[in-house]
């Protein structure tokens, strides 16, 4: 178990569309708004893992077709909200937009996140510790799970929070946009490549 829980630690704490997007929503519209997207992807997640779990994910993935038609999709939304994020000029605002993506945005990007299939896919198909209990081991790694999601998260809005309110230059905000939107690029690629 403490194997799985490092695991979910440095699998969640690495920067990906969902942290990323959390320090966004923070950094542009403030504690209230953050924590009610922060809700949404908490629950996008777990019906991600519930996909996984289930099986079905895996059947929806094993036709390539498919995979690749939600590929697509998945790539084209988050590259939409990356290439907002790099040309959102010298403001900072990891997301550009004219009122928050609140709870439906959050449920909305974590079930067109790749990397939140490929993260669920490899904790809950590897690191068994419970082998005579399937759903329980599941059920413990549900626990696990969303008991180190929680404060990850709101550490990055709490980090996205602090970034809004520094004085930094236009060419600095310029700067953190383009690394943001490059980040949420290669770790969607990156997923893409893990789920092929």
């Given amino acids: 178990m403490l194997t799985f829980a490092l695991a979910v630690f440095f699998l969640i704490i690495t920067p990906g569309p969902g942290v990323l997007s959390t320090a966004g ?3 542009s519209f403030g504690a ?6 922060l809700v949404g992807l908490f629950l996008g997640t777990n ?3 519930l996909a996984v779990v289930s099986g079905l994910a895996a059947v929806l993935l094993a036709d390539p077709r498919l995979r690749i038609v939600l590929f697509t999709l998945s790539f084209g939304y988050l590259a939409y909200l990356a290439f907002r994020i790099a040309f959102a000029g010298s403001k900072l605002a990891f997301i550009e937009r004219a ?3 609140g ?9 067109m996140n790749p990397k939140a299939y490929a993260v669920n896919t490899a904790l809950y198909t590897g690191f068994g510790f419970l082998p005579d209990s399937y759903w329980g081991e599941v059920l413990v790694k549900f626990l696990i799970m969303n008991t180190i999601w929680a ?3 709101l550490l990055w809005l709490w980090a996205g929070i602090k970034v809004h309110q ?4 236009p060419r600095t905000h310029s ?9 949420m690029l290669i770790v969607v690629l990156l997923a893409g490549l893990e789920m092929a």
């Fill in 151 to 153: 404060p990850i998260h």
């Fill in 103 to 111: 709870l439906s945005g959050g449920i909305l990007l974590q079930i």
């Fill in 166 to 169: 520094l004085d930094l230059s």
């Fill in 32 to 37: 209230r708004a953050g924590l009610r997207y």
């Fill in 175 to 183: 700067i953190i946009n383009k690394a943001m939107a490059s980040s």
């Fill in 25 to 27: 929503v923070g950094a």
């Fill in 99 to 101: 009122s928050p993506p």
């Fill in 47 to 49: 019906l991600v893992a």
